[in-house]
C-alpha cells in the first residue's frame, strides 16, 4: 500500500462510522473494530470513536484481542493498530507497542504511535517493560520507520506526528532509564527529523560522555551538519576519525558535509579516503563522481556517474540533481506486459533449481496479445542457461484495432502472427552490425550519453545496414552475464532505434523518418516503444521534425485498445510526449495526469534501493 494511498477517504467516513455502530449494535464486533481502525487511521484521537471502540474492550473483557487474531494482521497497518489497542485493553503492553511500530513502518503518515504514548504514561507502563524488549522491540522499531527519513522533515509532512510520537516515547523512556546510552542515540536520530536542535545537541553530548567513541562522536557532528553547522561538523567528524581511522563511515560523513556546501575538491579528498579504506563501497564511488563532475562538468564523469546511478540510491539521487530523470531519456522502465511478470516468476523458480536445466513446454494464457519481444527476452535468457523451455501463447480476445497488425499500410513490419505466435520477418544481422548495437547497449541508460556514439555508429554503417539494425530489434544479441534479459532487449532495441534516428540527415523525405514511423505504427511490441523515443529525441533536436511527431503521437493515442488489454507503448508514448513538450497548457496538464494513472497502476520500475 502507498503511503500516499488513503485507507479511507474523507467523504466515505461518515459511512464507515455508521456501518461500524450498526455492527456494534449488531454484535458484530470484529468489523465494527475493523470499520473504527479505518476511521481512526484520519484521527487516531477522535473521542468519539475511540469511546465506541473501548465500549467493545470492555464488553470483551479479557478476550477483546481475538476480535483481530494474531494471524490476521500480516502487513495490514489498520488490523495490525486495531489489534495493538485491543491488547493495551487487556494491558499486554509490550505485544500492543511492537504492533504499533509495525503499523508505523508501513504507514508513518498515520500517527497510530499517539496511542503507545497514552499507555506509557499510565501508571507503572513504562517502568515494567524490559529493557531487553525497548533496546530490541522499541529502538529497533523506531529505527525502521525513521532512519532513512530525510533531516528534518518539512513542516507539512505527514509523517512528522508519528516521528513526534516516537521522540515523545523515547522521552518517556528515557526517564525510567536515564543511564542508557543507546536511548539517546535513538533520541538523537528521531529528535534531528523534527529539527529540535537544541535538545538533539545535549542528548548527543550525553550519549559521548556515558559512551565514547566514534559513533557517538559522528552523531554529533551529524546534528551539527543538519542543523547548519557545516564548520562543526567537520571539525567533530575529524574527532570521530581520530578515534578510529579505520571507520569508513565518518569519511563518507565528511564528504557529505563538503557536498552539502559545495566544496567539491575537498569532498573527492573525502569520498578517496573512503575508498582506500573499503575500494567498492557504492556510496563513495557514486558520491566522487558527482564531486568530480561538478569540478570538470566533463561528459566522462556524469557517465561514471551514471553508471552508478544504476545500482546504487546515492547515485541515482546525484544523478537527479545534475540531470532531471526522464523515463526513457535517462532510464528504461520494466515493461509493463502481464507475459512480463508471469515468465519472470518462472524465471525465478527456475534460478532457484541447481539441478539438471528442464525442458518442455509452457503455456501462457493472457487477456489480450502481447509484445512479441518478451518471448525473445525470455529465449535469451534460456539460451544463457542451457534451458530448452518452448512457450506457447493463447489469448483470450484479440481487441480493436487488432495489436497484432499494422494499424496503416506500412513499408516494413517486424513480425507477423500465425494465430497467436508471433513470428520475426527480418533475417538475423551481420556480425558487425550486431557487435556494435551491443557494445552500445551494455553502456549505462542513458540518451544524451549514447548520442554521440550512436552517431559514430550511424556514419560508420550508414543505410545500407537499415536492415541489419531492424534485424538486432528481433534478433538481439546473446545476454551478457548479470543482465536482466527484459532490461537488455529493451536497451538494444533503443540502441537500434537512436542509430537509425542518425542514419540519414534531413526529415521530410529521410529514411529515418520512413523506417522509425513504420515501426511506430507496425504490430504492438517493444520495437513501437524504441521507435515512439528516437522519434521523440529527434524531435526534441530538430524543429522540423516535430510536427509529424506530435502529430503521429496523437493519432496513436486513439488507437489504445479499450479497457481490459493493456498496450506495452502506452507509457512511453505518453513520456516522450512529455519530454518533447507541448505549446498548450491543457494539453500538457492531460498527459501528466495520464502519466500519472498508469504508473500508479501498471509501471513499476523503482530507482536503486541499495548504498
Not at 19 to 46: H, I, K, W
Amino acid at each position: 500500500m502507498r503511503m500516499d494511498t488513503p485507507i479511507v477517504r474523507p467523504e466515505e467516513i461518515k459511512l464507515v462510522v455508521r456501518t461500524a455502530e450498526e455492527d456494534f449494535r449488531r454484535g458484530n464486533l470484529a468489523q465494527a473494530v475493523y470499520g473504527l481502525g479505518m476511521v481512526l487511521s484520519t484521527n487516531p484521537q477522535n473521542g468519539s470513536w475511540r469511546i465506541m471502540l473501548n465500549r467493545i474492550c470492555e464488553q470483551m473483557g479479557p478476550d477483546a484481542p481475538t476480535l483481530v487474531p494474531a494471524e490476521q494482521v500480516g502487513t495490514d497497518p489498520v488490523k495490525a493498530a486495531i489489534r495493538a489497542y485491543l491488547l493495551a485493553s487487556v494491558e499486554r503492553y509490550e505485544q500492543a507497542i511492537e504492533l504499533l511500530l509495525q503499523a508505523a513502518a508501513s504507514r508513518p503518515d498515520i500517527p497510530y504511535l499517539l496511542w503507545a504514548v497514552e499507555w506509557l504514561r499510565r501508571p507503572g507502563v513504562s517502568h515494567g517493560l524490559p529493557f531487553e524488549f525497548i533496546f530490541t522491540s522499541v529502538l529497533g522499531g523506531i529505527a525502521r520507520f525513521t532512519a532513512d527519513l530525510p533531516s528534518p522533515l518539512a513542516e507539512e509532512d505527514p509523517r512528522r506526528k508519528t516521528v513526534k510520537a516516537a521522540a515523545d516515547t523515547l522521552g518517556l523512556l528515557r526517564n525510567v532509564h536515564p543511564m542508557a546510552p543507546h536511548l539517546l542515540i535513538s533520541s538523537v536520530l528521531v529528535l534531528r527529523r523534527l529539527a529540535e536542535w537544541e535538545d538533539a545537541i545535549e542528548l548527543a553530548k550525553q550519549a559521548i560522555q556515558l559512551l565514547p567513541g566514534w559513533e557517538t562522536t559522528a552523531g554529533l557532528a551529524a546534528v551539527y551538519c543538519d542543523a547548519g553547522l557545516e564548520d562543526r561538523a567537520l571539525v567533530t567528524y575529524q574527532e570521530a576519525i581520530g578515534i578510529d581511522p579505520d571507520q569508513i563511515a565518518p569519511y563518507l560523513d565528511t564528504g557529505d558535509t563538503y557536498l552539502k556546501t559545495e566544496r567539491y575538491q575537498a569532498a573527492i579528498n573525502a569520498f578517496q579516503e573512503a575508498l582506500a579504506i573499503e575500494p567498492d563501497n557504492a556510496r563513495a564511488q557514486a558520491s566522487k563522481a558527482y564531486a568530480r563532475y561538478k569540478v570538470t562538468g566533463e561528459e566522462r564523469e556524469l557517465a561514471t556517474l551514471v553508471r552508478f546511478a544504476e545500482r546504487s540510491r546515492r547515485g541515482w539521487k546525484l544523478l537527479c540533481e545534475v540531470q532531471p530523470p526522464h523515463p526513457y531519456i535517462h532510464f528504461l522502465p520494466g515493461p509493463v506486459d502481464q507475459s512480463a511478470d508471469s515468465l519472470s516468476a518462472f524465471m525465478d523458480r527456475l534460478a532457484g533449481q541447481p539441478s539438471t536445466p528442464p525442458s518442455g513446454r509452457l503455456t501462457l494464457t493472457m487477456a489480450c496479445p502481447e509484445s512479441p519481444s518478451v518471448i525473445t527476452a525470455f529465449r535469451l535468457w534460456c539460451a544463457s542457461r542451457g534451458i530448452d523451455v518452448k512457450v506457447e501463447i493463447r489469448v483470450n480476445r484479440v481487441p480493436a484495432p487488432d495489436p497484432r497488425v499494422a494499424k496503416s499500410p506500412v513499408e516494413l513490419s517486424l513480425w507477423r502472427y500465425e494465430g497467436a505466435t508471433p513470428i520475426s520477418t527480418i533475417d538475423p544481422p551481420d556480425a558487425q552490425v550486431v557487435a556494435a548495437i551491443a557494445e552500445l547497449a551494455a553502456e549505462p541508460y542513458n540518451l544524451p550519453l549514447w548520442e554521440p556514439q550512436a552517431r559514430q555508429l550511424a556514419s560508420q554503417l550508414g543505410t545500407t545496414r537499415l536492415l541489419s539494425l531492424l534485424g538486432c530489434m528481433v534478433h538481439p544479441p546473446p545476454l551478457p552475464e548479470g543482465m536482466n534479459p527484459f532490461a537488455w532487449v529493451q536497451r538494444v532495441q533503443q540502441a537500434a532505434a537512436l542509430v537509425i534516428a542518425y542514419l540519414d540527415s534531413g526529415w521530410s523525405d529521410s529514411l529515418r523518418k520512413r523506417a522509425l514511423t513504420a515501426l511506430a505504427i507496425g504490430p504492438v511490441d517493444w520495437c513501437v516503444d524504441a521507435s515512439l523515443v528516437a522519434l521523440a529525441w529527434i524531435a526534441h533536436q530538430e524543429q522540423v521534425a516535430r510536427p509529424d511527431v506530435e502529430y503521429l503521437f496523437g493519432w496513436l493515442s486513439s488507437q489504445l485498445p479499450g479497457e481490459g488489454c493493456a498496450s506495452c507503448y502506452e507509457y512511453p508514448l505518453i513520456c516522450s510526449w512529455l519530454f518533447l513538450g507541448t505549446q498548450y497548457e491543457a494539453a500538457r496538464t492531460r498527459l501528466v495526469s495520464w502519466r500519472k494513472r498508469l504508473e500508479e497502476k501498471k509501471v513499476r520500475w523503482k530507482p536503486p534501493e541499495n548504498d
